[in-house]
T-cell receptor
Framework: SAVISQKPSRDICQRGTSLTIQCQVD?????MFWYRQQPGQSLTLIAT?????????ESGFVIDKFPISRPNLTFSTLTVSNMSPEDSSIYLC??????????????FGSGTRLTVV | AQKVTQAQTEISVVEKEDVTLDCVYE???????LFWYKQPPSGELVFLIR??????QNEISGRYSWNFQKSTSSFNFTITASQVVDSAVYFC??????????FGAGTTVTVRA
């Protein structure tokens, strides 16, 4: 199955600053997904990132706050901009996992645990 | 509207007991996929199963089994002979034709020795 390297694994940031999270996949994928998991909550999709086009954002998430880059088929970044304590969450990237014609579901990165102080 | 409902917030069992996690979903699509994920205290999400809407066969994998019933829009998950290592949050999720995952709220399972 696909292997996703996500970094940083955790960070503590000052309010008003920005943090860029990186995800590298060991295979080419069409779509990459970014999720947020607030403390004690479920996962919520932030946006879908396709290579060569603008990311598609879900309701409640905007590009100015969560700009996404997708420069090639194996890499994507999510930036959390102008952070406030409410942005403290785990951020995860995900890809649909295919190998030799078999679907292994969606694989997730190990997550970035962000604390904004 | 919530697409995936996991009504059980927390379940606590003693080791070796069976535990069943409920998942009810809502969709108008005829083609969709259902998933279960495990999130242990370490935080990573572990894929357990993917089931498409046309395959209603129940599935068993070791101590895990899944019961998919389209008639009741349910995809329940049973852990047989639970172990302490099964303690985690379990999420049920739905994917429709847009490939996005909609997660349920999760059920926290605590297995006591």
């Amino acid at each position: 199955s696909a292997v996703i390297s996500q970094k940083p694994s955790r960070d503590i940031c000052q309010r008003g600053t920005s943090l860029t999270i990186q995800c590298q996949v060991d295979s080419q994928v069409t779509m990459m997904f970014w999720y947020r998991q607030q403390p004690g909550q479920s996962l919520t999709l932030i946006a879908t990132a396709n290579q060569g086009s603008e990311a598609t954002y879900e309701s409640g998430f905007v590009i100015d706050k969560f700009p996404i880059s997708r420069p090639n088929l194996t890499f994507s970044t999510l930036t959390v901009s102008n952070m406030s304590p409410e942005d403290s969450s785990i951020y995860l990237c995900s890809v649909e996992d295919w190998a030799r014609g078999k679907n292994y579901g969606y694989t997730f990165g190990s997550g970035t645990r962000l604390t904004v102080v | 509207a919530q697409k995936v409902t996991q009504a059980q917030t927390e379940i606590s069992v003693v080791e070796k007991e069976d535990v069943t996690l409920d998942c009810v979903y809502e969709t108008r699509d005829t083609t969709y996929y259902l998933f279960w994920y495990k999130q242990p205290p370490s935080g990573e999400l572990v894929f357990l199963i993917r089931r498409n809407s046309f395959d209603e066969q129940n599935e068993i994998s070791g101590r895990y089994s899944w019961n998919f019933q389209k008639s009741t829009s349910s995809f329940n998950f049973t852990i047989t002979a639970s172990q302490v290592v099964d303690s985690a949050v379990y999420f049920c999720a739905l994917s429709e034709d847009d490939y996005k995952l909609s997660f349920g709220a999760g059920t926290t399972v605590t297995v006591r020795a």
